[in-house]
């Protein structure tokens, strides 16, 4: 090991005395280039700032090269302007090392202005030619050096240009025409102390499915559209990012609506096309192959869960936080979204972080982000800035219990531009790796952390390049991967800015995109809706999760720089909940006429839903209650698909018309629904007409009478009619008698006569329907009758 030690500090004096060398070989050249500038080996500069010549650096490998490698360089020439270029060749040349950050932006600003500083090319025979190059003309060219032929010397960010030289007819000398610059890391062996760097990894979507769902016991789905189907399918932009990031060390961050939305895909689903024509969606393999692939790519790793939707806090904070409840949603996001990554992911996931557009803060944003739970916020180091000389730990607390996690900017924005355009995803990683070189080699003596954080939704090209640079990275020669966690948890540079800018320092850009008032209004008069319509349900939950979710995701951050698809949405949810409540309604009655002084008078409520209904009560009321008098409220239950009739009792004081309204209430009071009006007539009672109805009554009851007496006497007679003939019989046995005693028969006669008549019906008396009742005494046990 010490021989290996003496052996580096031997070889680096070596490599500054080639780099001098080098150095003094082209003075000679670079003097003669001022006397001779047609026939020198060395172009002479053109004008600064011209660029005749478009160079593009498409290919740079190894991006990260060591002594011992071969660097390969490769792009595309294309003659921007009207002469034909003669005599081209594109070379190489290898700037002086860079010692600063700040000065590997500067140079990046100016790569392809051909600004006369230059250094000379590397030369001999890592030079490709070009006889001529037309006006318009493309050429392609690729160059191979060794990375010893390049005169580099200590470890550090070099910078290195690609030119094209050559001469026109009216300019008929060897010059640069056109120059592409960029960045070479040099970095010979692992640093003493390396930087820990964590990459965030987001997997975050804009909102695909609407509030509405199936009538049906699982409550199938509604989406916009199938653009997440081609997000999480084969090539897409999803499918990337989980592919790339299985094998990267990033820390995952997820919004959990991503998730519940995928999840409702590997189910029944429906989609509604563009025409409003909805078709069954058939996504369910996809959807399903890419929750078993994102399972495998988190399995180990650092999982941190957005709030549900991804609610935009600094919207909330400028816009929202005065209007009553938005602030609930934040809670209510954060609440659920753990539970949604287990329940899908089957893995743990932090909720204690919360990461404004952009990394930028203020006191308010600060305080809105922590309201929720979180007590640590993902900010950016163009709004949280240091003016240090290096680059502090990311963590630092900020008061009252919280940690801001400082992104680096440089970093985190490296790979917004189009990446799908080689030259732009070179450029991007050989700037990457040069700032990230150049944070070690800061202080490389001292260990520290560092947080990339992109932007929130990168492209499926975006993500190819991210995961090229982090790919390098992993060499470890001068940084090593860190969770997010780990990084968070870093003891704080105590020379770090610890203070959040203010209010007004919030980059104006920024509030532009901002979610309006207006449309936390629109949420709060949305939840006001729900709030009612909830109360009156017995299956509160299909309501609830769904419109719950719909309001978070009408608060998206996603929303930015689409403030009318926003606003569309949110109209959308609030009218299909409105459209929901009126299914419950009081169907209409015509007018009533109430002949008489009381009455009862029904309507009907009406449960078009599919769930049951109840805790409400339904209340009717006259305009003049010293006419009609109505019963008390009543009650209402209905059955899913069903209508109940409810009664009211009503009683008429006086004649004439009283105009009566059904309102149905919650059981806390608030009218439900709209009210139900109709009109109740009393017709006049006369007293001739009560005289009449008595006189009618009466009759019936004398006529009652009437007939209970005859049915009496009829029962009468039968009984006396059975008493004659007992007697007759002893009469005539009396008068045989009697005859042999000289009795008259005629007394016999006269006494059977008056016997008969006594006991004999008259045909106007009806046919008696009971049984004659005797005038004996009862005997023993016997039931009297009285």
Same mark, same amino acid.
Request: cysteine-free; charged content about 25%.
């Given at each position: 090991m010490a021989e290996a030690a003496q052996s580096q500090e031997t070889e680096r004096p070596r490599r500054r005395l080639r780099r001098f060398a080098a150095l003094l070989a082209g003075a000679p050249v670079l003097a003669g280039l001022l006397q001779f500038p047609a026939t020198s080996a060395v172009a002479a500069p053109a004008a600064a700032g011209s660029r005749t010549v478009d160079v593009s650096l498409d290919t740079l490998k190894p991006a990260a090269p060591v002594e011992g490698d071969n660097l390969t360089v490769s792009g595309t020439l294309t003659n921007k302007g009207k002469q034909t270029i003669t005599g081209a060749h594109v070379g190489l040349r290898v700037g002086p090392e860079l010692n600063s950050r700040s000065g590997i932006d500067d140079a990046a600003r100016h790569a392809?202005?051909? @600004?006369?500083?230059? $250094?000379?090319?590397?030369?001999?025979?890592?030079? !490709?030619?070009?006889a001529k190059l037309p006006p318009g003309a493309t050429q392609t060219f690729r160059i191979e050096v060794p990375v010893k032929k390049l005169g580099l010397g200590d470890d550090g960010v070099y910078q290195l240009g690609v030119s094209l030289s050559g001469q026109t007819a009216d300019q008929p000398w060897e010059r640069v025409l056109g120059i592409q610059r960029t960045f070479l890391p040099y970095q010979q062996d692992e640093t003493e102390e390396k930087t820990r760097v964590s990459y965030l990894w987001p997997l975050i979507s804009g909102t695909h499915l609407t509030a509405e769902t199936g009538s049906d016991e699982e409550q199938t789905p509604l989406f916009k559209d199938e653009d997440l189907a081609k997000e999480i399918g084969p090539g897409g932009r999803l499918q990337q990012l989980v592919s790339l990031g299985s094998r990267l060390p990033v820390t995952w961050v997820i919004d959990p609506d991503l998730l519940a939305t995928v999840d409702a895909m590997t189910g029944s689903y429906e989609v509604q096309l563009d025409d409003g024509t909805i078709v069954a969606g058939e996504n369910q393999d996809v959807a399903n192959e890419w929750l078993d692939q994102l399972q495998m790519a988190v399995r180990g790793k650092t999982v941190v869960a957005l709030p549900f939707a991804d609610p935009d806090v600094a919207s909330l904070a400028h816009r929202g936080k005065d209007v009553t409840g938005s602030l609930s949603h934040l809670k209510d996001a954060t609440d659920v979204a753990a539970t949604t990554v287990e329940t899908v992911l089957h893995t743990g996931a932090s909720t204690d972080y919360a990461w404004p557009v952009d990394g930028a803060v203020d $006191?308010?944003?600060?305080?809105?982000?922590?309201?929720a739970g979180a007590d640590k916020v993902i900010a950016r180091s163009d709004s949280l800035r240091d003016g240090l000389p290096y680059t502090p730990n990311a963590a630092r607390p900020v008061g009252d219990g919280t940690t801001a996690v400082v992104a680096d900017a440089s970093l985190s924005t490296a790979? #917004?531009?189009?990446?799908?355009?080689a030259e732009?995803?070179?450029? &991007?990683? #050989?700037?990457?790796?040069? /700032?990230?070189?150049?944070?070690?080699? !800061?202080?490389?003596?001292?260990?520290?952390?560092?947080?990339?954080a992109p932007q929130r939704q990168p492209t499926a090209s975006q993500a190819h390049t991210m995961a090229s640079a982090i790919g390098i990275l992993e060499s470890d020669r001068w940084s090593e991967a860190a969770d997010?966690?780990?990084?968070?948890?870093?003891? $704080?540079?105590?020379? &770090?800015?610890?203070?959040?800018?203010?209010?007004?320092?919030?980059?104006?850009?920024?509030?532009?995109?901002?979610?309006?008032? @207006?449309?936390?209004? #629109?949420?709060?008069?949305? /939840?006001?809706?729900?709030?009612?319509?909830?109360?009156?349900?017995?299956?509160?939950?299909?309501?609830?999760?769904?419109?719950?979710?719909?309001?978070r995701r009408g608060m998206s951050t996603s929303w930015r720089g689409n403030t009318s698809g926003a606003e569309d949405f949110r109209k959308e949810v609030q009218q299909y909940l409105v459209s929901l409540t009126k299914k419950v309604q009081l169907i209409t009655k015509s007018d009533v006429t109430l002949?008489?002084?009381? &009455?009862?008078?029904?309507?009907?409520? !009406?449960?078009?839903?599919? #769930?049951?209904?109840?805790n409400l009560v339904l209340k009717l009321t006259s305009n003049n209650p010293n006419r009609l008098e109505l019963g008390d409220p009543q009650p209402v239950k209905v059955a899913g698909g069903h209508s109940q009739s409810v009664k009211f009792p009503a009683s008429a004081n006086a004649n004439g018309p009283a105009e009566v309204t059904a309102q149905l209430y919650t059981e806390d009071g608030a009218p439900y629904g709209d009210a139900m009006t109709f009109t109740l007539t009393v017709t006049e009672v006369t007293p001739t007409v009560m005289l009449v109805i008595a006189g009618g009554v009466l009759l019936l009851v004398l006529a009652g009478i009437r007939m209970y007496t005859q049915r009496k006497r009829a029962a009468a007679r039968r009984a006396a009619g059975d008493d004659d003939e007992e007697e007759a019989e002893e009469n005539d046995a009396s008068r045989t008698a009697r005859t042999a005693d000289g009795h008259s028969d005629n007394d016999v006669q006269d006494r059977h006569s008056t016997n008969e008549n006594a006991g004999s019906e008259q045909p106007s008396d009806p046919t008696p329907d009971t049984a004659p009742e005797s005038g004996d005494p009862s005997g023993a046990g016997e039931k009297v009758d009285r």
């Open positions: 392809e202005t051909t @600004s006369g500083t230059d $250094p000379a090319e590397v030369g001999g025979k890592h030079v !490709q030619k070009f $006191p308010s944003i600060i305080d809105v982000a922590t309201s790979f #917004q531009g189009d990446m799908a355009v732009n995803s070179t450029l &991007a990683v #050989q700037k990457f790796l040069a /700032q990230s070189l150049m944070i070690t080699r !800061q202080d490389p003596n001292e260990a520290r952390t560092v947080v990339v997010l966690t780990a990084v968070a948890d870093t003891e $704080p540079d105590t020379r &770090a800015n610890r203070k959040v800018p203010s209010r007004g320092s919030y980059p104006k850009s920024l509030r532009k995109k901002e979610l309006p008032t @207006s449309a936390f209004e #629109q949420i709060k008069e949305t /939840q006001r809706t729900l709030e009612g319509f909830k109360v009156v349900l017995t299956a509160k939950d299909r309501a609830v999760t769904p419109f719950g979710n719909a309001l002949s008489g002084r009381s &009455a009862t008078i029904p309507v009907t409520v !009406q449960n078009n839903l599919v #769930q049951g209904v109840e």
